[in-house]
């Protein structure tokens, strides 16, 4: 069998749940944009496959190409939206690699980068790194209100 | 003029240049595959759009199917060369945007990681990191004898 579509990882997997309403931007066929719980990068998010899969080499066309419109898309939004000026796109999945056997299911983080300082509901935001690698180790998560204030600007911008 | 198409920024770009045949490992239609001179993370390479442009939300339909081609290819080979375990995709840019105005060049930094520990032409590699985010601010660089030895092993894999 098949390790990767196996039922058993499946149900282990918690890229395979149906995320909450409350976290969800939006979905397509293949994919679900979800709005990350670190905002240090204010619209962090995460595009994950809506599959059980977890090499990009067994990614599909149809998916790559459905990942192309999602790119333009999320990135117009986040310009519009909050003045990003520019985005780091990584595929890692190097924490599923801590179980043995690992269960890696396919998902980009997305990170809008910022040139300037950003004030959005009554909070600001600064990319002290801006030009660099994303910082590390940071974490600054939203109340319940000013997350859905940050996804309801997203969608407005798609 | 549409600033990411201009001949002075194409002028100005390194990765618009040609690859010495000493670190190109291959290349299709849309895009080229460079050996990175950090070879910290054993047949780490970058993924270099042949055009200029900037954004990957201005990447074309074709460009990304040939991108699919590419990464299930040199994934299988990173595997059979030299045992790598998983990858590390990443298209970040941050250096260009150091610049006012900023030139960026669409490329992938594509790093394997190993969760053993791997001989190769006489020297030992070990990825102490794997199962977590990549290891920054390491540099190893090879001969070019033992460069060369990388390519051609990889090449053979493809």
């Keep these: 069998m098949d390790r990767t579509n196996s039922i058993v990882d499946y149900m282990d997997c918690i890229s395979c749940q149906k995320p909450s309403e409350n976290e969800l931007i939006y979905e397509t066929q293949y994919w679900k944009v979800i709005l990350a719980p670190d905002q240090s990068y204010l619209g962090r998010c995460y595009v994950t496959l809506k599959r059980h899969c977890g090499d990009l080499a067994e990614l599909k066309r149809e998916e ?3 990942l192309a419109e999602i790119v333009k898309k999320i990135e117009n939004s ?5 003045g990003a000026a520019m985005f780091n796109w990584t595929c890692l999945m190097n924490d599923a690699y801590q179980n043995i056997p690992p ?3 396919i998902h980009w983080h997305l990170k809008p980068r910022y040139n300037h300082k950003i004030e959005f ?4 935001f600064e990319d002290v790194e801006f030009g660099h690698h994303y910082a590390r180790g940071t974490n600054r998560e939203f109340s319940e209100e000013i997350t859905q204030k940050v996804i309801e600007k997203i969608k407005e911008n798609l």
Tied chains: 1, 2.
């Design 64 to 66: 790559w190409l459905d």
């Design 121 to 124: 509901a009554g909070l600001t």
């Design 103 to 105: 269960n890696p299911h």
């Design 78 to 82: 986040l310009k519009k939206s909050f």
